[in-house]
Every structure is written in structure tokens, then in C-alpha cells.
């Protein structure tokens, strides 16, 4: 917590706010404005904070935490304390943001840092981040597999009387729309399987096929679902091949990119893949 800025102010104060040594001697740079060197006194240490705290109090979208902090009237000195109490979609660290004392997130009860729908990553950092999840973390879900494609033919007579049916595409998984969005996407069942036609339909007769089903999407940090080999046909034809086999489920995103750089103070639920 914040040093009082009148009254009585003692060295065991200091050390316990800045986490350093019970002598004055030890105090060089704990905190913005103190210098490295030189003379100091207790007096300098008035209203000094070894942290700052920036609340996320609605849901936003990709956003730039160090940014914020700054507009916030963080120094870029002091550790950085974010409270996240509001849904985040996609939350980035990277690689060459300055946090010189640290960064910690407190994610409260139920909030949500997710990703984008068909396997979108959580959160991704490249800076060390201390984080305290008493919420979830959640990769988008992946995409279903797309169905199985097959041509059909009239017993023989070969190539001419041939129908091509190709398989339904797999269903969007859980998650946000995309990077910029706040409206999420719950997952969807598999989009119909399609159908087309090609060389003479033999003896007038109307043919018809169908592909196999695409795979549901998968929610919150799940795989998508394996595309579906219920192919069907009718109008006198018969099997003669596949041409696509049915495709896996596409992965779920990653609750975190960039798990080295984490202390988990509290891991919470966290869904989906890491990396």
C-alpha cells in the first residue's frame, strides 16, 4: 500500500512497502523519484508506492495494458498491479513492452480473458507476468472437420454418369468474432453438406448425393469435432469413390502463449492448449 504523505513515517515502513532491507542505505531507487546515489531521507519517501494499480472495469477488446496504465498515471517505473474485473477478448504482452519492477494480473471470479473463435489464443506474453486467476482463461474453440467428398456412379456406365458430392464444412468454434470484437460466437453444428452435378444423368433420371456432415466446433478451449463420413446417394447410383477423406477437428487456442514467462500465483480454470 501507498506511504502516508504527513504524519509519522519510519524505516520499517519503507522496508516493508518496498521489500527491501530496515536501513535507509538499502532505499536507493526503491521507488520513482529516489535516486540511486547520494544523500536520501526519510522525508523523500512520502506518498511512495512500490506498485500501481490499474483497474479493467469493462470489457474491452485487444487492449494495450501498459498504455492504459500510463494514461492511468502509471510512471513505468512502479510494478503494475492490473485488476481485471470485466471480460478481456485477446490479451497481449509482447516482446519489448518495459515493465522494469513487473507486472501481476488479478483476473476475479467470473471473468473471462478468451480468445478468438476456430483456436484464437487467450492471452500471449513475452514479458514476465505474475497472474493471479480466480477466473478462467480460455482459448477459442477450434473449427469442426470437414465431412467426407464422394463421387457417385450409375453401374456401368463409368465417368459420364459420374456425381460429385462434396462434403460439408465444419461448424466455427466458441469465441470471440475476432481481435476487435466483444460479441462472442458460441459453437456451431456442422454446415450442410453440399451437392453438385456433372456428366449425363443416365436415362433421364434425377440423381442426387450427398457428402458426409462437417464436424461440430468446439467450445471454450475444446478441438472441434471430426467431419462425418454419412455420405448418401440415390437415383440408381452406387459408391465408386472417395475423392476427400473426412478431416479432423481443427486444435483449440492456447490459454497462454508464452508459459515460461508466467507465475502462476493462482492457475483458476484454464481451457484450451499452452505453449
Known sequence: MTLPSAGPLSIRDIATESGRANNLGAFYSAF??????????????????????????????????????????????????????????????????????????????????????????????????????????????????????????????????????????????????NTASLAVTSSSGAVATTYSYTGDVVGGTQAWGRGGTGGNGGGWGANGSYGQSNTAFGGGYANAGTWVVAQAGRTAGAYVDGNSFVTWLTPGVRMGTVA
Not at 77 to 93: C, E, F, M, P, Y
Not at 133 to 155: D, K, M, R, W
Open 32 to 177: 520513482p523519484g529516489i535516486p540511486a546515489s547520494g544523500s536520501i531521507s526519510i522525508s523523500q519517501f512520502y506518498g511512495k508506492s512500490a506498485t500501481f494499480t490499474l483497474n479493467i472495469v469493462a470489457a474491452v477488446a485487444s487492449p494495450n495494458i501498459r498504455q492504459l496504465a500510463m494514461n492511468a498515471g502509471w510512471d513505468q517505473s512502479a510494478k503494475l498491479i492490473v485488476n481485471v474485473n470485466a471480460d478481456i477478448n485477446t490479451l497481449r504482452l509482447d516482446a519489448g513492452l518495459s515493465f522494469p519492477q513487473g507486472v501481476r494480473l488479478n483476473i476475479s471470479a467470473g471473468v473471462r480473458v478468451g480468445g478468438v473463435r476456430n483456436g484464437g489464443t487467450a492471452l500471449f506474453t513475452r514479458v514476465p507476468v505474475e497472474i493471479n486467476n480466480l477466473g478462467t482463461i480460455s482459448g477459442g474453440g477450434g473449427a469442426g472437420g470437414a465431412g467426407e467428398s464422394v463421387y457417385f456412379e450409375q453401374a456401368g456406365q463409368g465417368s459420364s454418369s459420374r456425381v460429385w458430392c462434396g462434403g460439408g464444412t465444419g461448424g466455427d468454434g466458441t469465441g470471440y468474432v
